[in-house]
């Protein structure tokens, strides 16, 4: 099979150390405890890496699988959510609340740049009974950061509870998981961490328990019930049969992450560069400002077509970069450098052929942006 460098916002490429784990012979993970003792480490490596003394779990399944899990554990009929929407995902979490039976009320702004706290300070000085809220740490589809670190513990000091999805911006991005109050973070394997598509994680604070173990009524499904994860060590029991092979992959791309201690520092240093990258060629960004460190969102120039772009870069470069999706379908392109594919080799080489994408279409860069790239990646700040 002819392979492209995948530069898309997840799923990234994979270091062969990770493939070459998942093709290990494998046990059972139901029977046999020394797989329990193996998951359990891989979520204490997790805490670390997340800065959290609290419980993390694996998930058997994508990364929308904690998301949901989230809201269905913690989701009672009637229960009042406020979910912060300032993009795509951040809009979505309404549909899960809605479906476990809350009442999900939004808070838009500007999917243009982050939410603005003393705006959301002053939202909720006048309306602030919420069971818990949803916020986006990195909303993939705009690439915008959410400031966490200021959200989340004003919510907290409101005594709502915090599901942050850190899917797109986990191990790009700082996070400090305790010190931010955030209750039920969610990440994926198949962003920064670098692993394939198939796994789910979150963390979830003593307060995120303690309200599921005091609802009312029985969470209203089996496989987003976190709640049985909760004596999983003790009893050495999993409510489902563990993707072993998968977890073998993740477990060295965590090992891989952890060993990568430049690895926030050199997302900065190339998201930087390929911003100014785009800039410099005429091109502009789709955000105002908090562009987060692992997708850049380009819009597409008039009278091109985000298709077209994705498909040149294919077939003639042979690199995969991505169009987006709901409000945003059509209008953007994004170029992942997230995980291992925050390199300086690999990036360069995408922007120098979507200059020359760019360029065949008939729009003419000002600037070859794979120089450009490397030029401004290259400065020491
Ligand atoms: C990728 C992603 C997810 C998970 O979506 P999948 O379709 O399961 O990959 C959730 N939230 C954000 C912000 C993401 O970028």
């Known amino acids: 099979m002819e392979m492209y460098k995948m530069m898309t916002p997840g799923p990234t490429m994979t270091a062969a150390s990770v493939l070459q784990a998942r093709s290990r012979n ?3 993970p139901d029977v046999d405890t020394d797989f329990c003792e193996e998951y359990h480490t891989i979520c204490r490596e997790l805490a670390d890496l997340l800065d959290t003394e609290n419980e993390v779990y694996i998930l058997g399944g994508e990364g929308i699988l904690a998301l949901e899990a989230a809201c269905a554990s913690l989701t009672e009929p009637g229960d009042r959510v406020l979910v912060i929407d300032n993009g795509v995902f951040g809009k979505g979490f309404a549909d899960f609340v ?24 002053d939202y909720l000085a006048g309306d602030h009974h919420f ?19 200021a959200i989340c513990p004003m919510l907290k000091e409101y005594g709502i509870l915090t599901v942050t999805d850190a899917v797109a911006s986990m191990f790009g991005e700082e ?16 962003k920064a961490l670098s692993a394939p598509p198939g796994l789910a994680f979150v963390s979830v604070s003593g307060d995120a328990m303690r309200a599921m173990r005091h609802r009312k009524t029985p ?14 060590y003790e009893e050495k029991w999993f409510p489902y049969t563990m993707p072993v092979s998968d977890i073998y992959g993740f477990a060295e791309a965590v090992r891989l992450v952890r060993e990568d201690t430049d690895r926030i520092r050199r997302h900065h240093r190339i998201a930087g560069a390929v911003r100014r990258a785009v800039k410099a060629a005429g091109l502009s960004l789709y955000l105002d400002g908090g562009d987060a460190a692992t997708v850049t969102v380009i819009n597409v120039p008039d009278g091109i077509k985000d298709t077209d772009i994705i ?7 042979h690199i995969l970069i991505a169009g987006s999706f709901d409000v945003l379908a059509g209008k953007v392109i994004r170029l992942g450098h997230m995980g291992n594919n925050a390199n300086t080799d690999d990036v360069a080489q995408m922007m120098a052929a979507l200059t ?12 070859d942006m794979g120089e450009i790239f490397l030029k401004e990646v290259s400065v020491v700040f």
């Open 356 to 367: 020359k994408t760019l360029d065949q279409l008939g729009f003419h860069c000002q600037c």
């Open 311 to 317: 498909r040149v870069m294919k077939e003639q470069y």
């Open 175 to 190: 996070i400090h998981v305790d010190d931010w109050g955030i209750d039920i973070i969610c990440g994926g394997s198949q």
């Open 219 to 232: 969470v209203a499904s089996f496989y987003c019930n976190l709640l049985l994860f909760q004596n999983y």
């Open 26 to 28: 494998f046990v059972n």
């Open 131 to 149: 069971k818990y809220a949803t916020v986006v740490h990195c909303d993939t589809p705009s690439g915008v950061l959410n400031d966490i670190g």
């Open 98 to 121: 809605k479906l476990y039976g809350g009442e999900p009320v939004l808070y838009t702004t500007d999917y243009h740049r982050p939410v603005d706290i003393e705006g959301l300070g």
